[in-house]
């Protein structure tokens, strides 16, 4: 499956963006679809992931309460709503898709990534 995310930008502290993570073809069913960013000079981190039926989330803990990530009806997008963003959200944010049975997946299980959004958060 192919996935192409979008939505970053520029947005002060405190603020709001939903980023949008368009596959090639229905995911559900089929996929976890993760969401993971990677800041300047760090590793890449897991943000959250919406399991394969769309019935379950799972969030890191950094993210918890300011994230929610959700589907299109067509279950052929994804989208993560992001509130109350901080500076250090500032990242390349990434989606992914993949299969495991075990939850919440690890990064690893995730075999097809976008090409990534940037988020800037400025203070």
């Known amino acids: 499956v192919q996935l192409q995310a979008s939505g970053g930008g520029l947005v002060q502290s405190g603020g709001s963006l939903r980023l949008s993570c368009a596959a090639s073809?229905?995911?559900?069913?089929?996929?976890?679809m993760g969401w993971f960013r990677q800041a300047p000079g760090k590793e890449r981190e897991f943000v959250g992931v919406?399991?394969?039926?769309?019935?379950?989330?799972y969030y890191a803990d950094s993210m918890k309460g300011r994230v929610t990530i959700s589907s299109d009806n067509a279950k052929t997008t994804v989208y993560l709503q992001m509130a109350s963003l901080k500076p250090e959200d500032t990242a390349v944010y990434y989606c992914?898709?993949?299969?495991?049975?075990?939850?919440?997946?690890?990064?690893?299980?995730?075999?097809?990534w976008g090409q990534g959004t940037l988020v800037t958060v400025s203070s």
């Open positions: 992914a898709a993949g299969w495991s049975a075990q939850w919440p997946p690890r990064m690893d299980d995730f075999a097809s």
């Open positions: 073809r229905r995911v559900f069913g089929d996929f976890n």
């Open positions: 919406i399991s394969v039926s769309g019935g379950s989330t």
